[in-house]
């Protein structure tokens, strides 16, 4: 019984021991890390946003949209060229891009006023973009086009002339 006790002792030391170096085994591993960095978005305005020729009789609002469809409201009459803006946006190779649209009206003031007080100015507002939302750049130029229209609302009795304003679109990967 002493030897079978003796036995048992050595094989649990032995044991003991064989477990504790398993437990101690370190291993490593080695990973890649990478980055793209792509190139700097830039945008450009082809074309103006046109509204054409407007006669206003009792007022109303003119709609350009960037799928080049014109719709009119009031007693307006609206024509000539009527044409989205158009732009142009480059950067890297096939990625997707983003257009940001004015959330706020646009004023267009009428050029050369010499009246007293502020130029009359009228109101563009609920832009559009087509393509609409995100889109790919191409994969073999790394540029897209991209047109932008909106709505102008004229006044009743509106001062003749040329009206002229500005906005602001932005593009940004996705």
Do not use: C, K
Request: aromatic share 6%; no cysteine; proline share 3%.
């Amino acid at each position: 019984m002493r030897n079978s006790l003796r036995l048992a002792l050595v094989g649990a030391a032995l044991s003991a021991a064989s477990f504790g170096s398993v437990a101690h085994a370190a291993t490593s591993a080695t990973a890649t890390a990478t980055a793209e960095v792509l190139s700097t978005l830039t945008v450009s305005a082809d074309s103006a946003l046109n509204f054409g020729q407007i006669a206003a009789n009792t007022g109303g609002t003119v709609t350009v949209n960037a799928d080049g469809t014109v719709a009119s409201s009031g007693s307006l009459v609206s024509t000539g060229t009527r044409a989205p803006a158009g732009f142009t946006v480059t950067g890297t190779n096939g990625t997707s891009v983003v257009v940001s649209l004015p959330t706020s009206a646009a004023t267009l003031s009428l050029q050369g006023w010499a009246g007293a007080g502020p130029a009359p100015s009228m109101s563009l507002a609920g832009f559009n973009s087509n393509p609409g939302g995100s889109f790919q750049l191409s994969p073999s130029t790394g540029s897209a086009t991209f047109n932008v229209g909106g709505t102008l609302t004229v006044g009743s009795g509106q001062a003749s002339g040329v009206y002229r304003g500005t906005f602001d679109v932005s593009v940004e990967y996705q």
